[in-house]
């Protein structure tokens, strides 16, 4: 299978969870991966795994997805290593508990800033390599939580419900502006990555805190990463050349309910 030959792609957050999953995926469908993450050790033990099974179609480095300088010095890098840059995929990210009553504005902004605030470096600094390497994508890892309001996810609901409507933004300027870029949001429920290792302890921890999540899923597992891999290598597909400004949700029915 080659749905991704040719296709030249950076992803953010890629040390562990959806991150290291889209860039073994990827990678199998013959794209070039470029991983990035704030943990430079074990990104690059990603890399150095994708490159067993798939030689050649990985590079690594160390990104802090929140420095303006460093976007710019990462994709110059991962153009260098690529031959330029088709896709960007948004992952990195963290996961925030608290009400209106108990966050504190330091873990609000520190929300924001590395999942909404990151987003709009990365696509600004990816603009020139995607206009030169048409057709190409923005792919934003959002969530569920951005079109559910949970009482105790103040600044996740509101990074994540923002980085929907970037999305959109993103797309229709790219769309007015007559380039094959496209931009979408991807909307995961509960996944089977460390990102929730707080909220099953806070249910118990193990199957106890699972199954508590579970129950308010319609249909009543956890999502895996790879069922999210399978969208996100359509969005970066030329299958999805005409697809732009969307939101799409995988989250086992519970947005429906």
Known sequence: ???????????????????????????AEG??????????EKVRAVADAVNKTHPGLA???????????????????????MGGISVL?????????????????ENYRRCMSIDLDSVFLGSQAAMPYLKDNQPGAIINISSVAGLIADGNLLAYNTAKAGLAMMSKSI???CARSRYQITCNSVHPVFTRTPIIDPILAMGGGGDEGEQKLVRQIPMKRL??????????????????????ASEFVIDGGISAV
């Not at 991150?19 to 990827?26: D, K, L, N, V």
């Not at 995929?89 to 504005?105: D, K, L, R, T």
């Open 59 to 81: 590079g690594a480095t160390v990104h802090d997805v929140c420095d303006e300088a460093a976007w710019k010095s990462v994709l110059a890098e991962a153009a260098s290593a």
């Open 1 to 27: 299978m080659a749905r991704l030959q040719g296709k030249k792609i950076v992803i953010t957050g890629a040390a562990q969870g959806l991150g290291e999953c889209f860039a073994h995926m990827m990678a």
């Open 31 to 40: 794209a070039k991966v470029f991983l990035t993450d704030i943990q430079e």
């Open 223 to 244: 999502g895996e990463p790879e069922e999210v891999g399978h969208m996100v290598i359509y969005l970066a597909s030329d299958e999805a050349k005409f697809v732009t």
């Open 89 to 105: 995929v948004n992952n990195a990210g963290i996961a925030s508990m608290g009400s209106i009553e108990a966050e504190s504005f």
């Open 171 to 173: 797309a229709i300027h």
